[in-house]
């Protein structure tokens, strides 16, 4: 309970300070793009043996995105940190869209930003 209560001290703290780094303005349409992937898909996201809506995976990324802003200086990066595994487990997230086969939510994002740049 301490981890977790910490964990959302330092989450809140760091959206409240401004930080250097960032998403380069260059990509910001990017990350813009696969939140709104996020948001809209109707796949189901597994974070920790526990399953989430697009909605529900967006606030959660939108979190972890605040709390590591600093570390985060591309779109691949975004993806790394914000949306890839637990930071407290190290568990992969990972995304099942119908019949097709479970995978990483790393990989799901990734093939989406590649559609995305390549159209």
Known sequence: MRYQQLACALLFA????????DVPSSQQHEVEH????VASTPCI????GSHYNGQEALSHIK??????RDKINSTETFIEY???RSTFSGNA???QCGNNP??????WLLDELSRFRNN
């Open 82 to 84: 914000a949306a890839s």
């Open 93 to 95: 997230y990972t995304v």
């Open 14 to 21: 760091s959206q409240l300070s401004t930080s250097a780094a």
């Open 45 to 48: 996201i597994e974070r920790n």
């Open 102 to 107: 479970t995978i990483t939510t790393r990989q």
């Open 63 to 68: 979190k972890k995105y605040a709390y590591f």
């Open 34 to 37: 696969l939140l709104n992937f």
